[in-house]
């Protein structure tokens, strides 16, 4: 079976600070790892995606990831905030299983503050 | 882009009602799912659909049901809703086959039961 914990479920952060949100999974075979975000009242956008090849993932607007297999870690990072970076983001993971299931995190809540 | 559209934003019930949520997607996709979606649990897999009349349950199954008449459609059902299942309803559709595929999600319905 496999599981995501994202340990914190607030972060505030300043606006143009950097920020970690961290996510840990548990599974014995490999997997495919994503960060989505969540906009208020809306649904979750996929940000980036781990499939396989370098460990360091980007998305378009500054996040990255760095999938590290002796962790089985996944954690988030941007060098710099923004306020419109205020949403929920959400870490998934997806085995080698039929179906495309997919495990989320508890989700992380990022408040940037001016 | 995938569009995944459900067909209420908000909707308000009552308790013993027999309760329907739509959820169309346009990009031909084999796989959709229904999550529920609480405060500080993340996303939970109800049900899930790997082509037409085909379902599996997910973790939470108990008090609901799917249906999937065509590929574009899945439909989620609440057979006596009860207070308890007032929540966030997201649905995600994705390409089968292939492993890695992220899930694309519509807006989420968000249910009232009373």
């Known amino acids: 079976a496999q599981s995501v914990t994202q340990l914190d479920s607030q972060v505030p952060v300043f606006e143009e600070a950097p920020v970690e949100l961290r996510c840990n999974y548990s599974s014995s075979v490999s997997v495919y790892l994503f960060w989505y975000v969540q906009y208020p009242n809306q649904g979750l956008q996929l940000l980036l995606k781990?499939?396989?090849?370098?460990?360091l993932v980007e998305s378009i607007n500054g996040f990255e990831a760095e999938f590290n297999k002796s962790q089985t870690s996944f954690h988030l990072r941007k060098p710099s905030v923004h306020i419109s970076d205020t949403a929920e983001y959400f870490c998934?993971?997806?085995?080698?299983?039929?179906?495309?299931?997919?495990?989320f995190g508890s989700g992380t809540k990022l408040n940037v503050k001016p | 882009d995938v569009k995944v559209t459900q067909s209420s934003r908000y909707l308000v019930k009552r308790t013993g009602e027999k309760v329907f949520l739509e959820c169309v997607q346009d990009m031909d996709h084999e796989n959709m799912f229904w999550y529920r979606q609480d405060p500080g649990l993340g996303l939970r897999l109800i049900y899930f659909s790997y082509d037409v009349k085909m379902k599996e349950k997910g973790d939470i199954p108990e008090g609901y049901s799917v249906s999937r008449e065509k590929k574009e459609r899945f439909s989620l059902i609440l057979e006596s809703a009860s207070t308890n299942q007032t929540s966030m309803y997201l649905c995600?559709?994705?390409?089968?086959?292939?492993?890695?595929?992220?899930?694309?999600f519509g807006d989420g319905t968000r249910l009232s039961i009373l």
């Open positions: 995600a559709s994705s390409l089968g086959g292939g492993l890695g595929q992220p899930q694309h």
């Open positions: 781990y499939l396989s090849g370098s460990t």
């Open positions: 998934a993971v997806s085995g080698q299983n039929n179906f495309n299931k997919f495990y």
